[in-house]
C-alpha cells in the first residue's frame, strides 16, 4: 500500500478543519447587534446627563451643550464585546465630539469623532467607529459621548455589532481583494493587500491616510513561521530534502498570491484610466482625483499657448500640475497679474466678475481690466480674457 | 508616427553606444546580443545627453533640431571613423563574435517550462497595462510634473538647459539633466511636445534592467533561475510602478547594475584582453552615473569605483592582472571620471548648484533618529512594496554565508550589503530621517539597489551548476571560434 506523504496528509487535514469551521461556526456564533433607538422618543437605557440639556424626540434624542462641555454616560450592558459602534446622528450642527468608555471606577477614556453636520439637509449621518482596534474598549463597562460648548446633536440610533469568525475571514479575503485608487503618494510606497475585519472598515479600508486595518504581509510571516517550525521538524527526522521542498513550495505560494494581488492593482489602475479618461470624449473625462482639472487645463492651454495668465482656484494642490501643464505659458505671481491677458479661474468660490466685465475678488477688490469669459468649464470655473 | 519617432530616437541612440561598446571591445566579444543591446541603449542615451550638455552648456549650441541631430551625427559620425580606422588599419573584426550563454549540465524540466510560460505571460500582461499607463496617461506624480517632464518641456521650449522658471524650496536644477534632455529629443523628434514619448522611454529603462539582471544570473546558473530573477523583480510591486511611471529612480537601477555587472564580468575574465576590454567600460559606466543623478556621482559612484579600484588591487597583487593591465584599467577610470565629472562639476559650481538628493548636502546634520528605525522596519517587511524579498535576502544570507567566500558573488553581494547599509544610515543618522519619516525617501533609494538584491537572492539560492561558475577563471560565455 502506498504510503500517504505527511505533508499532502497535513495540507488535506488543514483544509477539512477550516472548511468545517467556516460552515458550523456560522450557525453557532451568528452576527450579533444590540441598538439604542431613540426614535420616537424612545430611551432604551438610563443615562448620565452633566452639563448639557438632553430631550426626548420624535427625531431623536436631542443633545444641547448650550454653556459648557457636555457629556452622556450609560452602562453598557451587552452580552458581548462591539467590534464596531455606529452612531447615526440627525439634524446636527458640524462639531467634534469625544466617544467616552471604560471600566466602571476608572477613568474614561476618550476617542475623538469628528460630526460632519449632513444631518442638517435631512439625510442621516452615520458614523462607524472600529472599536476593537481601540486599547482598553472590550473591557469597557461604560459608553457616552461628550460634546463641545455650542454643539447641537440628535441622535436617532446607537448600533453595537459584532461579526462572528466565519463573516471576520469571509471580510478579511474581501478585503485582501480590494483595491485602492492611485494615490500621489503612490510613487513612494504601496499599501499591499489590506486585512479589514468588519464590513465598515472594508468599505474605508483606504480613503484614510493610514488604513483601518493590518497588512496581510503579517498573516505572511505567521505561516512562513509555522512552515519553518514544520520544515525544522523534517529535517530533525533527516527529511531535509523534503523540508526545503515545503518551504520552497509554500514561500511561492504566497509569493505568487500577493503577486497576482498586486498585479490586479496595477492593471485596475489602467482600466480606471482608461475608462474615466481615455475612452471619455474631452468634456466628461476625470483623471484620477483631479477630476476635470487636466481636461480644463488642456483646452485652456489651447487658447492662451505661451502667454502668461493668471491661475486662481481654492485648491492650492494644483498648482504643480497646473504650472507643468500650462508650460510653456507662466504663471504670474499677484503683483505681475495686472499685466496678465487670461486668467483661469478654477473652482473658486468667490464671484469674480463684475457686472461691468471686469474681473474683481471675493472683497470686491479689482484685477484685471474689462474683458470677457471666452470659456466655461462649469461652476465656478472659466477662462477670463481681458481687453 | 508616435512608434516612429521612438525606434528611430532610441535606435539611433543604441547604435552609437552599440559603436562606442565596439571601439572600447577592440578586438573581443564581451555580451550576448540581449545585454549588448541593453548595455548599448543604456550607455549610448547617457553619453548622448552628456554630449548635449557639453554641446549647450560650453559651446552654446542650442538644443533645437539641429542642434540635436548636429550633435548625434558628429558623436555617431566620428565613432563610425574611429571604428573603420582601427578595424582597417588594427585589423579588428568589424562585428563581434557571437556570444552565447554557457550550456550548463542542467536540462530544463517540462514543469519549469510550463512556470516560466504562466508567469511570464502574466509578467507580460502587467507590462502591457504599465506602458498602457505609461504612453497614454498624462502625468501625474509630484516629481514628474515638477522635474523630469518639466525640464524636459523646458529644454524643448527653450531650446537650452534653462532653469525652471518657478521658485521651489528644491534645488532641481542641479539634478543632472540626462531624462529629461532624452524626453525632449524624443519630442525633436515627433515635431512638438510628446508626452507618450516623454514618458514612454521608461519602459525601455525597466526592460534593460531586467534583461541585464536575466543575463547577470543567465551566465552563472540555468535558464530557471535567471527567468526566476527577471520575474522577480518585474513582481516587485513597488520596483514594477515605478518602473511604469516617469521616475528615474528604475533608470538609476539601471546604471547603478550596469556598473556592478560589468565588473564582476571584468573579475571573472578569462583573458587579460577580455579582462582590459570589461574595465575599459567598467569605466565608462563608472563615469556616466555622474550624470543620471545627484546620488550616482556622491553616494553611488564612490562606491563602486572604490569596489572597482580594490577588484584592480587584489587582482594585481594576485597575480592574475600584469602591471600594464592595472595601469590601463587605473588610467581609464581616472580619464573618463575626469572627462564627464569635471565639466558638470564645474557647471554646477559655477551656478551655485546643490550637491545632494532633495536635501543639499551642506545643510545636512548627523544625529540619531530613533523613529525611523521603526517606519524603515514598516517599509521593508509591512508594506506593499518588495513582498517576502527582505526576509528571503537576509535569510539566505544567514544560511548561504558560506557562499559568498567566492568571487564574484562576494564582490556583487558585498557591494550590495554596503549601499543598502549607507542608505540605512543615511536616513537613521541624517537629516534625510525626515524623507524615511514620511516615507517618500527611504523606498526609493531602495528601488536603486532592488535589482542587486534579487541577483544576490537568485544566485545564493540555487547552487552553482557542476562547472562552478563561481569561479573567476571559469569562462562565462562559449564563443564561436573564427
Known sequence: MKRVSPFCAIIVWGFLVLFSWTQFASHTFAREEVTWNFLSGNIPERFELGGMSGTSEEDGLHLHAQAEEGRMIAQMRLPFAADVVTLTLGKSSKTEAMLLFGKSGSPLMKLLIAIQGSGLQGQPERIDLPMHTIDGWSAAERFGIALPRGADVRIESITFSRWNIREKFLEGWSSFWTLPDMQAYSINFLWGPLIALTPPERLKLFLYKTPVAFSVLMIGYVVIGCTIIFCASLAICKRTRAAVIVLITVLSLLWILLDLRMGIELINYAKSDYDAYLSQDKTNRKFRNYGDFYSVMEKSSEIIGSAPFVFISDDQSLNIAMRYLAYPAIELTANESGSAKYWLIYRYGAPLVHSDGSLMDGEGKLLSKKGEIIEKFGTHTFLYRAQ | ?482
Open chain 2, 1 to 482: 508616427m508616435i512608434l516612429i519617432a521612438l525606434i528611430a530616437g532610441i535606435g539611433t541612440l543604441t547604435f552609437g553606444g552599440w559603436i562606442l561598446i565596439r571601439l572600447m571591445e577592440r578586438n573581443e566579444s564581451l555580451w550576448t546580443f540581449p545585454e549588448r543591446i541593453s548595455i548599448s541603449f543604456l550607455i549610448g542615451s547617457t553619453s548622448f545627453a552628456y554630449l548635449l550638455f557639453l554641446g549647450n552648456i560650453y559651446l552654446g549650441i542650442p538644443l533645437s533640431g539641429g542642434g540635436y541631430f548636429g550633435i548625434l551625427l558628429v558623436w555617431i559620425g566620428a565613432l563610425l571613423l574611429m571604428w573603420r580606422y582601427y578595424c582597417k588599419h588594427r585589423g579588428w573584426n568589424a562585428l563581434p563574435i557571437k556570444v552565447r550563454f554557457p550550456k550548463f549540465n542542467e536540462k530544463t524540466q517540462f514543469w519549469q517550462i510550463l512556470i516560466m510560460a504562466i508567469l511570464g505571460i502574466w509578467t507580460l500582461l502587467k507590462l502591457t497595462a504599465g506602458g498602457y499607463m505609461l504612453f497614454a496617461s498624462p502625468p501625474y506624480f509630484y516629481d514628474t510634473l515638477l522635474n523630469w517632464n518639466m525640464r524636459g518641456k523646458i529644454f524643448y521650449y527653450q531650446k537650452a538647459i534653462a532653469p525652471i522658471p518657478y521658485t521651489l524650496t528644491v534645488d532641481l536644477d542641479s539634478y543632472p539633466p540626462t531624462v529629461s534632455l532624452m524626453k525632449s529629443w524624443l519630442s525633436i523628434l515627433m515635431g512638438h511636445w510628446s508626452e507618450p514619448l516623454a514618458n514612454g522611454i521608461h519602459l525601455f529603462w525597466l526592460i534593460a534592467i531586467t534583461i541585464l539582471l536575466f543575463s547577470f544570473i543567465r551566465k552563472r546558473r540555468a535558464l530557471f533561475p535567471s527567468f526566476l530573477g527577471a520575474y522577480v523583480l518585474l513582481s516587485l510591486p513597488l520596483f514594477m510602478f515605478q518602473g511604469v511611471n516617469a521616475f528615474a529612480d528604475v533608470f538609476m537601477s539601471a546604471h547603478i547594475f550596469m556598473v556592478l555587472f560589468i565588473l564582476c564580468d571584468a573579475v571573472s575574465a578569462p583573458t587579460q584582453n577580455l579582462r582590459d576590454a570589461y574595465y575599459r567600460l567598467c569605466a565608462i559606466a563608472l563615469s556616466l552615473l555622474i550624470f543620471t543623478k545627484n546620488e550616482g556621482m556622491i553616494l553611488y559612484g564612490t562606491i563602486l569605483g572604490s569596489a572597482m579600484i580594490v577588484s584592480i588591487l587584489v587582482l594585481r597583487k594576485s597575480k592574475q592582472m600584469s602591471g600594464e593591465s592595472m595601469r590601463s584599467a587605473l588610467l581609464w577610470t581616472a580619464s573618463s571620471i575626469f572627462v564627464i565629472g569635471m565639466p558638470w562639476l564645474l557647471y554646477k559650481v559655477s551656478s551655485g548648484m546643490t550637491f545632494g538628493n532633495a536635501k543639499p548636502l551642506s545643510g545636512m546634520s548627523f544625529m540619531f533618529q530613533p523613529n525611523v528605525i521603526k517606519t524603515i522596519f514598516v517599509m521593508t517587511f509591512l508594506e506593499g512594496n518588495w513582498h517576502f524579498l527582505f526576509l528571503i535576502f537576509f535569510g539566505l544570507l544567514a544560511i548561504r554565508h558560506s557562499h559568498l567566500s567566492k568571487l564574484p558573488l562576494s564582490l556583487f553581494t558585498g557591494v550590495t550589503l554596503l549601499l543598502y547599509s549607507i542608505q540605512i544610515v543615511l536616513h537613521v543618522f541624517t537629516s534625510l530621517s525626515i524623507e524615511a519619516l514620511i516615507q517618500t525617501g527611504y523606498a526609493r533609494g531602495v528601488i536603486h539597489i532592488v535589482p542587486l538584491i534579487v541577483g544576490s537572492v537568485i544566485l545564493l539560492l540555487f547552487p552553482p551548476p557542476s562547472q562552478g561558475v563561481d569561479s573567476i577563471k571559469q569562462p562565462l560565455m562559449e564563443r564561436e571560434n573564427r
